[in-house]
Every structure is written in structure tokens, then in C-alpha cells.
């Protein structure tokens, strides 16, 4: 490919996966920057990339044709805003905005730029919910799946033990199962059969008021588990839980239809098949499995962002227009978490 230069503004941990997966891509070449210098210059060292203590230097300097940003969210408008102006093709990390009125006012700037702008929503690269998108979304007639029929019902899981990181289980940092493992469902819910419609919650508590994080004990105020229930496109009933108590990282989907069931999870070792009543769409009648292999997601999803610029093509998916349906459903849980406190 011809070169490519991307600049990465934020040198955290996220920086350094996305850093090593544009590395992997023949004829990228990288900058980096943060606000705290030194930070930049250990990732130049580490990673054997340039770097600038100057943000607008990325920004201005002519041959950096996207950025890639890494940065907590208060700070993404502003970037965001600022790498259209000076039109960047953009790759950020979730979320977006908090702020539903930054959202609409970054999808303003960008609905007209043949820029490419995506947000990283990891489980959209995940193989076999690519196939599940497939079968419930491209093969269709009159809004149903040509090989399951009508959805009936949905469940969206994903559960971990947490206790990694504090400021995970911190309200004031933005921790809490809704920030860290709920928008990954109702993400893949929205993608399936969005948008979504008519938002209940069904339970939010905080089980676990204490955290063991490094051999220390500290106290915790965020939320540890959430259920909610919502309506699709045809209707279909869908449940969205996570949490943070699972004792070991667990996920899956299972899906059923009028012509049978999908279930599909990122763990290889879970299952993931179609079975169906009736033979359809190439698919034989009963279970049929599903396994794709090991995939590196972040290379996959930087490789996407990339070939999307290459094309001159806009991507179709983790797009503003997700992010914005999402934090409008995140808005609405918090407004009812509100009302019912």
C-alpha cells in the first residue's frame, strides 16, 4: 500500500494495542503525542515511532492523513472536531461523548466530509457475530431473516470479575457495569436489530461494596450488575445483562426465531452454532457449528478503519450514527436509574 501516516493522541494502555496493530499494516507510519511529554517519548522509544509535544503539529502537519485517539472522552470533542477541520480521518476509542448534543454536533462536521470516522466498538469484529449480523440483517425478505424467520427473542451477556483496575468500580471515574460492559451489548443489540425502543430496567445493584485490587482493599460505589429489557425492529423482545461479578469472563448471545435459534459468543471455547427447524439458506435442518478460529480484533479493526481510508469508502459500521443511538439508550437507563433513586 502507499504510506500512510496516522497520528495516535494519547499514550495510555489502549495506545500502545492500537500502535502495534497500525504497525502490522505495510507503509503506516506513526506519531504520537500526549499531554504529558514523557509519555510520549517513552512510547517513541518503546515502540520505535516519532513523536511531538505538540498536538496541533499532528494536526497541521500536512502528510498526517488520520489520527487515532486514545484520550479520556472529555477531551474527544474537541479532537474530534479539530482532525475534521483539518480533515483527518478518525479511529477513537469508546465512547465517543457522553454528551448526546457533542454527538450530534460531531456527526454535523463529519455527514459531509468524505472522512472515514470510527468508534471502537471491538465486539463488531468478533466472527460470529459477523455471521449472526449476516443471517438476521443482509439475508432478509419483508424485515425477517430468510433462514430463522421472525426473532422472538433476544439475550445479550457478557460478565467479568472485575477488580482489575479502581477506577472501575468508581461512580466519579465513570466506572460501573453500564460504562464498561453494557454498551457492548446493547451495541450488538442495536447492530442486530436496532434501533431499540421502549427501555426498562429490570434490576441495577451493587453486590460487591468492597475491592481487592493489588493486594488492597478499597471501597467501591458503582454499580456491579444490570439488567435491562427493550423491544427491537418486528418486535422482538430483547434482554441486556452485564456485570462485574462473574467470577470468570463469560459472554455469549443466544437468539430465538420462529425457524429455530442462533447462539454466538467470543470465547473459543463456548459454542456458537445456527440450529434450525428447516433446512434454509444453505444451512441443513438442526445444529450446525460455528467455528472461525482465532482472530486478533484490534489488528482486524485497525486493518478495517485503514482499507476504509485506502477505498475512499465510509464504514458501515461503529460509526457516529451507532454511537449516537447507543448513548441515547445509556441516557435514557440513566434517566430512569434517576427517577427510581
Same mark, same amino acid.
Given at each position: 500500500?502507499?504510506?500512510?501516516?496516522?497520528?495516535?493522541?494519547?499514550?495510555?494502555?489502549?495506545?500502545?494495542?492500537?500502535?502495534?496493530?497500525?504497525?502490522?499494516?505495510?507503509?503506516?507510519?506513526?506519531?504520537?503525542?500526549?499531554?504529558?511529554?514523557?509519555?510520549?517519548?517513552?512510547?517513541?522509544?518503546?515502540?520505535?515511532?516519532?513523536?511531538?509535544?505538540?498536538?496541533?503539529?499532528? #494536526?497541521?502537519?500536512?502528510?498526517? %492523513?488520520?489520527?487515532? =485517539?486514545? +484520550?479520556?472522552? /472529555?477531551? *474527544?470533542? &474537541?479532537?474530534? @472536531?479539530?482532525a475534521l477541520?483539518?480533515?483527518?480521518?478518525?479511529?477513537?476509542?469508546?465512547?465517543?461523548?457522553?454528551?448526546?448534543?457533542?454527538?450530534?454536533?460531531?456527526?454535523?462536521?463529519?455527514i459531509d466530509?468524505?472522512?472515514?470516522?470510527?468508534?471502537?466498538?471491538?465486539?463488531? #469484529?468478533?466472527?460470529?457475530?459477523? %455471521?449472526?449480523?449476516? =443471517?438476521? +440483517?443482509?439475508? /432478509?425478505? *419483508?424485515? &425477517?431473516?430468510? @433462514?430463522?424467520?421472525?426473532?422472538?427473542?433476544?439475550?445479550?451477556?457478557?460478565?467479568?470479575?472485575?477488580?482489575?483496575?479502581?477506577?472501575?468500580?468508581?461512580?466519579?471515574?465513570?466506572?460501573?457495569?453500564?460504562?464498561?460492559?453494557?454498551?457492548?451489548?446493547?451495541?450488538?443489540?442495536?447492530?442486530?436489530?436496532?434501533?431499540?425502543?421502549?427501555?426498562? =430496567?429490570?434490576?441495577?445493584? /451493587?453486590?460487591?461494596?468492597?475491592r481487592t @485490587?493489588?493486594?488492597?482493599?478499597?471501597?467501591?460505589?458503582?454499580?456491579?450488575?444490570?439488567?435491562?429489557?427493550?423491544?427491537?425492529?418486528?418486535?422482538?423482545?430483547?434482554?441486556?445483562?452485564?456485570?462485574?461479578?462473574?467470577?470468570?469472563?463469560?459472554?455469549?448471545?443466544?437468539?430465538?426465531?420462529?425457524?429455530?435459534?442462533?447462539?454466538?459468543?467470543?470465547?473459543?471455547?463456548?459454542?456458537?452454532?445456527?440450529?434450525?427447524?428447516?433446512?434454509?439458506?444453505?444451512?441443513?435442518?438442526?445444529?450446525?457449528?460455528?467455528?472461525?478460529?482465532?482472530?486478533?480484533?484490534?489488528?482486524?479493526?485497525?486493518?478495517?478503519?485503514?482499507?476504509?481510508?485506502?477505498?475512499?469508502?465510509?464504514?458501515?459500521?461503529?460509526?457516529?450514527?451507532?454511537?449516537?443511538?447507543?448513548?441515547?439508550?445509556?441516557?435514557?437507563?440513566?434517566?430512569?436509574?434517576?427517577?427510581?433513586?
Open positions: 500500500m502507499n504510506n500512510l501516516k496516522i497520528g495516535v493522541i494519547g499514550c495510555g494502555k489502549q495506545a500502545y494495542k492500537h500502535i502495534r496493530s497500525i504497525k502490522k499494516i505495510p507503509g503506516a507510519d506513526i506519531v504520537v503525542h500526549d499531554i504529558v511529554p514523557q509519555l510520549a517519548h517513552t512510547m517513541a522509544k518503546t515502540e520505535d515511532v516519532s513523536f511531538v509535544d505538540d498536538v496541533n503539529e499532528i #494536526f497541521e502537519d500536512g502528510k498526517v %492523513e488520520a489520527v487515532v =485517539i486514545c +484520550t479520556p472522552t /472529555q477531551t *474527544h470533542f &474537541e479532537l474530534i @472536531i479539530k477541520k483539518n480533515n483527518l480521518h478518525v479511529f477513537c476509542e469508546k465512547p465517543l461523548s457522553d454528551k448526546i448534543n457533542e454527538i450530534k454536533d460531531i456527526k454535523k462536521a463529519e466530509t468524505n472522512l472515514v470516522m470510527m468508534i471502537g466498538y471491538i465486539y463488531r #469484529f468478533v466472527p460470529v457475530f459477523e %455471521e449472526g449480523y449476516r =443471517i438476521f +440483517t443482509e439475508l /432478509q425478505a *419483508h424485515g &425477517e431473516s430468510l @433462514i430463522t424467520g421472525r426473532a422472538l427473542n433476544a439475550f445479550f451477556r457478557l460478565g467479568g470479575r472485575g477488580s482489575h483496575q479502581i477506577w472501575k468500580h468508581l461512580k466519579e471515574d465513570g466506572g460501573g457495569a453500564i460504562n464498561e460492559m453494557l454498551v457492548h451489548m446493547i451495541d450488538l443489540a442495536n447492530w442486530y436489530f436496532g434501533p431499540l425502543r421502549d427501555v426498562e =430496567i429490570i434490576s441495577c445493584c /451493587q453486590y460487591l461494596h468492597q @485490587i493489588r493486594g488492597k482493599t478499597i471501597d467501591v460505589d458503582a454499580e456491579d450488575y444490570i439488567l435491562i429489557k427493550c423491544t427491537g425492529k418486528n418486535g422482538v423482545e430483547i434482554l441486556c445483562q452485564a456485570d462485574l461479578i462473574t467470577p470468570a469472563f463469560n459472554q455469549y448471545v443466544e437468539i430465538q426465531c420462529e425457524n429455530g435459534s442462533f447462539r454466538g459468543s467470543i470465547q473459543q471455547d463456548s459454542p456458537s452454532y445456527l440450529f434450525l427447524n428447516e433446512a434454509r439458506g444453505g444451512f441443513d435442518q438442526g445444529k450446525t457449528n460455528f467455528s472461525f478460529g482465532q482472530r486478533n480484533l484490534l489488528d482486524y479493526q485497525m486493518l478495517y478503519f485503514v482499507h476504509s481510508i485506502l477505498s475512499k469508502t465510509k464504514a458501515d459500521k461503529n460509526t457516529v450514527a451507532d454511537s449516537l443511538q447507543l448513548t441515547t439508550i445509556i441516557d435514557r437507563i440513566r434517566n430512569l436509574l434517576s427517577e427510581g433513586s
